[in-house]
């Protein structure tokens, strides 16, 4: 990857770290390189730093000169980022660097993710760390792992080991907004053995391929309607099984429990002589989803080709799952009442995997209230039970309860006045951010998240407004000076 991208870009210091980001890949629990870096980076400019048991890097750095006595900041966010592309992008997130390019006034990745999601929120970190003539006091970064996995790093982090009482979160994505608080969640992990039949004789294989949906994040977008793939192939599959004799022999659908399944692919058996019909059917469910979906995910395609399998589910299990599956929910099941506008509690079918042998599923609840998670997960383990299929709940992180009383809020929305002319508003997420957790073990933490403009996270064609990170710098350093200057 070329750095010509950046060049010209401000502030430079930013952008240069958030090209080190696109360079190291950073696919969350295989962050190890880039923390690796980043610690020698922090011990070559004489800075404090440090690995804790659960993998997340601290870094201090001392307040500058006259501030020692200032209220003590941690700076935070998370190193990993999630790793989409396209069904027709080869890029292996192991080991290829992210290649962004600049579209009008965006920085937008083709394909893949751009990892702007938190990528952008720990460069402006370390550019803080970097500055020698920033106004500060004592400045702690905590770059957690394994953020986007399920909060690892966060959930990891030991009660003790920081000082600061105050935290910037640098993880949200709406410029011109500060983040009060967030919904926590929880994971249901449904996992299913089974024993294989053979391919009915006189069948031929052929894959069927939903793909063309937006995707995006499974807590900021879910209220969007945006398609479902894996749901939406499995309402095909339920319906092409009234007029053929379907066999199933895999389906395989998303890739990462926090972001909507874009694509779903199913494996199936059907008579040899009936593959026109197959395809005509799958031309009519086109035309009626692109329907439904108009000016939301108008772009879906339904394909089929040839394939080969040496097995299929049996009867039995391929009515159990796709059953199963057609039911399970999915998407905004509840808005707040407390806080107009805001999804209270949501779920996101993120991932299945099915074949002859085993069947997996993965469904993340998100809720304002750990009891709205709670009673959602356990409808969806008590609808597999019906089938005497195992769920397993877990992963469990607590939300972010507002206080919309701040002192640190009360001083960033005086910042943002002074230095833009205008008054910011303050939000509530239905997603998951690490302050919730960070906050359960530091009892009193102050903490006000935000962030540049970044749209499509968790999906690829992910962008960030360029604009909005020199903008997002400057409230960041005018932040840490009156954090410094305030009375104590």
């Known amino acids: 990857m070329s750095d010509s991208v950046f060049s010209g870009l401000e502030p430079a210091a930013v952008w ?17 390189a880039l923390r690796n870096h980043l610690l020698d980076w922090a011990l070559g400019r004489g800075l404090a730093a440090e690995v804790d048991g659960a993998g997340n890097l601290i870094i201090r750095k001392p307040a500058s000169p ?31 660097p992210i290649r962004p390019r600049r579209d009008g006034g965006w920085l937008v990745a083709d394909g893949t993710t751009l990892g702007a999601d938190n990528g952008i929120g720990v460069a402006l970190i370390l550019a803080a760390l970097e500055d020698k003539y920033l106004i500060h006091g004592p400045l702690e970064a905590l770059f957690t792992v394994d953020e986007e996995a399920g909060m690892g790093g966060a959930q990891g982090l030991a009660s003790g080991v920081l000082q600061g009482r105050l935290m910037l979160n640098l ?16 994971d249901v992990n449904v996992r299913r053995a089974s024993q294989p039949a053979t391919v009915p004789a006189g069948h031929v294989l ?19 309607e945006r398609g479902n793939a894996i749901k939406l192939l499995v309402r095909v599959l339920r319906g092409l099984e009234n007029h053929l004799p379907l066999r199933l022999a895999s389906l395989e659908g998303g890739s990462a429990r926090n972001a909507l399944p874009r694509e779903a692919r ?30 939301v995910d108008a772009g879906i395609t339904l394909s089929s080709a040839p394939a080969d399998a040496d097995a299929v589910l049996t009867e039995a299990e391929q009515a159990l799952w796709l059953a199963s599956l057609h039911a399970a929910p999915h998407g ?35 809720s304002l209230r750990d009891s709205g998670s709670t009673a959602l997960a356990e409808e969806i383990v008590s609808l597999l039970a019906l089938s005497g299929t195992p769920a397993e709940v877990s992963g469990h992180y607590p939300g972010w309860t507002p206080n919309p009383s701040s002192p640190l809020l009360a001083l960033c929305q005086a910042a943002y006045a002074r230095e833009f002319g205008g008054e910011s508003q303050v939000k509530v997420i239905h997603a998951g951010l690490e302050c919730g957790i960070i906050g359960a073990k530091y009892p009193g933490m102050d ?20 604009d909005s990170v020199g903008r997002a710098w400057q409230l960041f350093t005018a932040i840490l000076a009156d954090i410094a200057r305030s009375p104590r």
């Open 266 to 295: 199913a494996l199936v058996a059907v008579p040899a002589g009936r593959c026109a019909e197959l395809d005509a059917q799958l031309d009519a469910w086109q035309a009626l989803l692109r329907d439904e979906l108009a000016g």
């Open 206 to 224: 052929r894959r069927i391929a939903l793909t063309g949906l937006r995707g995006g994040h499974s807590g900021v977008d879910i209220h969007e």
């Open 332 to 366: 905004v099941r509840r808005w707040s009442l407390a806080v107009p506008g805001v999804v209270e509690t949501s779920n996101n079918l993120g991932v299945v995997s099915i074949t002859p042998t085993e069947g997996s599923a993965n469904f993340m609840v998100r």
């Open 66 to 96: 006259g501030h020692e006595a200032a209220p003590g900041v941690v700076l935070q966010g998370h190193l990993d980022m999630v790793c989409q592309a396209n069904a027709d992008t080869p890029h292996d997130f192991s080991r290829d």
């Open 171 to 186: 993880d949200t994505e709406d410029w011109g907004e500060f983040y009060l608080g967030c919904a926590g969640g929880v």
């Open 16 to 32: 240069s770290h958030f090209a080190t980001l696109c360079r190291i890949p950073r696919q969350s629990k295989a962050e190890d």
């Open 447 to 466: 903490t006000v998240s935000f962030g540049p403009t970044i749209r499509g996270a968790h999906a690829p064609g992910e962008r960030v407004d360029i």
